[in-house]
């Protein structure tokens, strides 16, 4: 079993900063990688970030591109999405979700992944 938990979520105005935080905890289990998601009422979930522990490769929804860093803790069990340049259509819960394919997974999905936080609420009035 992975448990994962998600930090640092806020109310900010357009234009700030947020870092979230996803510790995540996995007893005899080997995790490959993480990505992040958000999701608002009445949308399906949305990819936001990933990356892959095995071959490093990052990956960023276009309209988060330039604005967003997704990098990996000092710790091994930690991750993060620095968010700068908010906007208020970055306003969505944000979902931290661990895979542990080691085949590779499709990253930008959700079934690509196989444990999942509860959410962090985030957020960016004008």
């Known amino acids: 079993q992975v448990q994962v938990e998600e930090s640092g979520g806020g109310s900010v105005q357009s234009g700030d900063s947020l870092r979230l935080s996803c510790a995540y905890f996995?007893?005899?289990?080997?995790?490959?990688?993480i990505g992040w998601f958000r999701q608002t009422p009445g949308k399906e979930r949305e990819f936001v970030a990933s990356i892959n522990w095995n071959t490093g490769y990052i990956n960023y929804v276009d309209s988060v591109k330039g604005r967003f860093t997704i990098s990996r803790g000092n710790s091994g069990n930690t991750a993060h999405l620095q968010m700068n340049s908010l906007k208020p259509e970055d306003t969505a819960v944000y979902y931290c979700?661990?895979?542990?394919?080691?085949?590779?997974?499709?990253?930008?999905?959700?079934?690509?992944?196989?444990?999942w936080g509860q959410g962090t609420q985030v957020t960016v009035s004008s």
């Open positions: 996995a007893r005899a289990i080997r995790t490959y990688g």
């Open positions: 979700a661990v895979t542990t394919s080691s085949g590779g997974f499709y990253y930008d999905r959700t079934s690509g992944y196989d444990y």
